[in-house]
């Protein structure tokens, strides 16, 4: 095997470890500290706040099959020397590709949790104030 594959492959698995560990970091610690930044209208961004851990949990399950992929191609291309190797075969690609999607939806999602719980917050602090159109203000 040429040093450029190798190359490519330790790149690919670095990429999808990356991934895993913010993935698996800041589902530690969104779960760790909710109920701080959600106070008490956990209510308002929990849905949102679900959907980003189970995005995160996803991405990290894909994240594994990934690394199992580029292992088993690995693997074939010892065995078999007519396997074409390359970390765009579709078993990793479409993997990683998932991977991928699923961190970017779970940020999203925590970022829609956050903005949502703030104006909650802000709008419980700050209640809009009802003024009578018969008041002489």
């Keep these: 095997m040429d040093d450029e594959f190798k190359l490519a492959f330790t790149f690919a698995a670095d990429a999808t470890k990356q991934i895993i560990t913010l993935s698996t970091a800041v589902l530690a610690f969104t779960v760790t500290f909710c109920k701080d930044f959600l106070g008490d209208r956990a ?5 949102w706040l679900l959907g980003s851990w189970g995005c995160f949990v996803a991405s990290n399950v894909f994240g ?7 292992t088993g191609t690995l693997e074939k291309s010892v065995v078999d020397a007519n396997v074409k190797l390359s970390i765009y075969n579709p078993n990793i690609a479409t993997l990683s590709a998932c991977q991928i999607f699923a961190f970017i939806a ?7 949790a956050g903005r949502k719980s703030l104006k909650a917050q802000d709008a419980a602090e700050n209640p809009p104030k009802i003024v009578s159109p018969h008041s002489s203000e």
């Design 106 to 112: 779970a940020l999203v999602f925590a970022v829609i």
């Design 43 to 47: 209510y308002i961004a929990k849905p």
């Design 64 to 70: 594994i099959l990934t690394l199992l992929a580029l």
